[in-house]
Protein backbone atom coordinates (compact mmCIF):
# COMPACT_ATOMS: atom_id res chain seq x y z
CA UNK A 1 0.00 0.00 0.00
CA UNK A 2 1.26 3.30 -1.39
CA UNK A 3 0.70 6.15 0.94
CA UNK A 4 2.47 9.37 1.11
CA UNK A 5 2.25 12.01 4.09
CA UNK A 6 2.68 16.08 3.70
CA UNK A 7 3.80 17.97 6.23
CA UNK A 8 5.47 22.01 6.60
CA UNK A 9 2.23 23.93 5.72
CA UNK A 10 0.93 26.72 8.10
CA UNK A 11 0.58 30.41 8.39
CA UNK A 12 3.11 33.12 6.80
CA UNK A 13 2.60 36.58 5.52
CA UNK A 14 3.01 37.62 2.03
CA UNK A 15 6.27 37.61 0.94
CA UNK A 16 7.59 34.48 3.23
CA UNK A 17 8.52 30.94 2.41
CA UNK A 18 7.75 27.64 3.50
CA UNK A 19 8.98 24.07 2.53
CA UNK A 20 6.46 21.47 2.37
CA UNK A 21 7.44 17.82 2.69
CA UNK A 22 6.01 14.89 0.89
CA UNK A 23 7.04 11.37 2.60
CA UNK A 24 6.53 8.52 0.30
CA UNK A 25 6.40 4.18 1.67
CA UNK A 26 5.29 1.25 0.52
CA UNK A 27 6.60 1.87 -3.15
CA UNK A 28 9.94 1.87 -4.91
CA UNK A 29 10.50 5.43 -4.41
CA UNK A 30 13.22 6.33 -7.02
CA UNK A 31 11.12 4.98 -9.96
CA UNK A 32 8.27 6.75 -9.66
CA UNK A 33 7.63 10.65 -10.16
CA UNK A 34 5.79 12.76 -8.13
CA UNK A 35 3.33 15.71 -8.16
CA UNK A 36 1.95 17.99 -5.82
CA UNK A 37 -1.16 19.75 -6.21
CA UNK A 38 -3.44 22.39 -4.41
CA UNK A 39 -7.13 22.86 -3.55
CA UNK A 40 -8.44 26.37 -2.35
CA UNK A 41 -11.91 26.58 -1.17
CA UNK A 42 -14.27 26.89 -3.50
CA UNK A 43 -12.25 26.01 -6.34
CA UNK A 44 -11.30 22.65 -8.39
CA UNK A 45 -8.28 20.94 -7.29
CA UNK A 46 -5.21 22.46 -9.66
CA UNK A 47 -1.75 21.08 -10.41
CA UNK A 48 1.51 22.55 -8.80
CA UNK A 49 4.48 20.86 -10.09
CA UNK A 50 6.18 17.43 -10.95
CA UNK A 51 9.32 15.91 -10.60
CA UNK A 52 10.12 13.04 -12.44
CA UNK A 53 12.41 10.25 -12.10
CA UNK A 54 15.21 11.86 -14.03
CA UNK A 55 14.32 13.93 -12.04
CA UNK A 56 12.83 16.60 -14.48
CA UNK A 57 10.70 19.26 -13.32
CA UNK A 58 7.17 21.13 -14.12
CA UNK A 59 5.41 24.23 -12.89
CA UNK A 60 2.43 25.58 -12.93
CA UNK A 61 2.92 29.31 -14.96
CA UNK A 62 1.77 30.49 -11.53
CA UNK A 63 4.38 29.25 -9.19
CA UNK A 64 6.78 29.41 -11.67
CA UNK A 65 10.16 30.81 -10.18
CA UNK A 66 8.81 31.63 -6.90
CA UNK A 67 8.21 27.53 -5.90
CA UNK A 68 10.75 24.77 -6.32
CA UNK A 69 10.40 21.03 -6.49
CA UNK A 70 12.91 18.44 -5.54
CA UNK A 71 13.33 15.12 -4.26
CA UNK A 72 15.92 13.10 -1.49
CA UNK A 73 15.26 9.52 -2.65
CA UNK A 74 17.73 8.30 0.12
CA UNK A 75 14.86 9.58 2.19
CA UNK A 76 12.11 8.93 0.27
CA UNK A 77 10.57 12.45 0.25
CA UNK A 78 9.77 15.33 -2.40
CA UNK A 79 9.85 18.57 -1.25
CA UNK A 80 8.36 22.10 -2.42
CA UNK A 81 10.22 25.12 -1.57
CA UNK A 82 7.90 27.51 -1.89
CA UNK A 83 9.17 31.47 -1.80
CA UNK A 84 7.46 34.68 -2.23
CA UNK A 85 3.96 33.70 -1.14
CA UNK A 86 1.40 35.66 -2.16
CA UNK A 87 -2.82 35.46 -0.60
CA UNK A 88 -3.45 33.25 -3.40
CA UNK A 89 -1.16 30.88 -2.74
CA UNK A 90 -3.28 29.78 -0.06
CA UNK A 91 -4.78 26.31 0.09
CA UNK A 92 -4.12 22.74 1.37
CA UNK A 93 -1.21 21.04 -0.44
CA UNK A 94 -1.37 17.60 -1.65
CA UNK A 95 1.05 14.93 -2.88
CA UNK A 96 0.04 12.43 -5.10
CA UNK A 97 2.09 9.74 -6.83
CA UNK A 98 2.18 8.67 -10.57
CA UNK A 99 1.60 4.89 -9.93
CA UNK A 100 -0.47 2.57 -12.48
CA UNK A 101 -3.20 1.41 -11.94
CA UNK A 102 -3.88 4.24 -10.03
CA UNK A 103 -2.60 7.30 -8.19
CA UNK A 104 -2.18 8.03 -4.62
CA UNK A 105 -2.78 10.81 -2.54
CA UNK A 106 -1.35 12.30 1.61
CA UNK A 107 -4.17 13.96 3.54
CA UNK A 108 -2.46 17.61 2.58
CA UNK A 109 -1.03 20.16 4.71
CA UNK A 110 -3.25 23.69 4.77
CA UNK A 111 -1.07 26.99 3.70
CA UNK A 112 -2.34 30.30 4.36
CA UNK A 113 -0.62 33.05 3.38
CA UNK A 114 -1.84 36.74 4.59
CA UNK A 115 -1.41 39.91 3.55
Known amino acids: QVQLVESGGGLVQAGGSLRLSCAVS????????IGWFRQAPGKPREWVAT???????NYADSVKGRFTISRDNAKNTVFLQMNNLKPEDTAVYYCSSFTAPIPYWGQGTQVTVSS
Open 26 to 33: GTTFSSIA
Open 51 to 57: ITTRPST
